[in-house]
């Protein structure tokens, strides 16, 4: 009796055993899902690591306009690399290169600098003219102040506290979020999707490479020591914000 019970068991089970190969959720052969750091698509890599910041389309972005050609002739291979790759100090931009603590190897980084240029770079509407990227010495403060009022105020305003139509770039939190590099870039290349001309559109004329790099240790001259801290006497210790704390001689 025992040997038909077993034999029918087996009967029962060999069709589940044959369904199996066709359970509901089982993956089918192929294509297979890539690995991360085995997509090379511009696409992709700019949609999920560059659009939330640049635009969806290079533009619109709260970053840098990379649909700009002012800004692609402007920057050349290496140093565009180099922005991705490393990140700005001092700035929102991270790095994204598997050394500086993100995960895109120097493939993906290169598909990128390949992608930036076949989609946006167009010629050369400097015409040759263009100031250098980086600046070439340090800028004079004191004479960036006469620059900022001449060439900037007109849209940025005099003061934090009195804002151009454009919007006040001498805010603190503002300045907290930006480098020296960044300035520069923008005043050169300008911001066209924010109707920011680049730094041949000025009712003076074209500002020259002095005038920039000066405007520029200016703006950086006006950082907040404290940038976001609006209550310099505050301390985790004390019970409420603006809290007056003991001085060193006191402690």
């Not at 052969?29 to 750091?37: S, T």
């Not at 050394?99 to 120097?106: A, I, K, P, R």
């Not at 009195?162 to 805010?171: E, F, T, W």
Request: aromatic share 6%; glycine share 12%; charged share 20%.
């Amino acid at each position: 009796m025992r040997m038909p019970r077993l034999l029918a068991g087996f009967c029962a089970l060999a069709p589940i055993a044959l369904a199996s190969c066709n359970l509901p959720g089982k993956p089918q052969p192929g294509p297979e899902v890539p690995r991360p750091e085995e997509v090379t698509s511009f696409d992709k890599l700019y949609g999920a690591n560059c659009a939330g910041c640049h635009g969806v389309n290079g533009q619109n972005g709260a970053a840098t306009n990379l649909a700009n050609p002012e800004y692609e002739t402007l920057i050349d291979d290496a140093s565009l690399r180099t922005v991705i790759a490393m990140g700005e100090k001092g700035t929102l931009m991270p790095g994204f290169a598997v050394e500086s603590g993100g995960t895109l190897t120097d493939q993906q980084i290169d598909a990128l600098v390949q992608g930036i240029r076949s989609h946006w770079r167009k010629g050369d509407p400097f015409r040759g003219q263009t100031p250098p990227y980086r600046a070439t010495h340090p800028g004079d403060p004191t004479m960036g102040q006469a620059v900022y009022l001449g060439e900037c105020a007109e849209c940025h305003g005099s003061s934090a506290r009195r804002p151009g139509k454009a919007g006040s770039i001498l805010d603190g939190s503002f300045l907290a979020l930006i480098n020296e590099q960044m300035i520069r870039t923008t005043i050169i290349a300008g911001r066209p999707d924010l109707g920011m001309p680049d730094w041949r559109g000025h009712s003076s004329g074209p500002m020259t490479d002095d005038e920039i790099t000066n405007v520029t240790a200016w703006l950086m001259a006006q950082k907040p020591a404290l940038p976001g801290q609006p209550y310099p006497n505050f301390s985790p210790t004390s019970e409420k914000p603006g809290a007056k704390q003991p001085s060193a001689v006191q402690r």
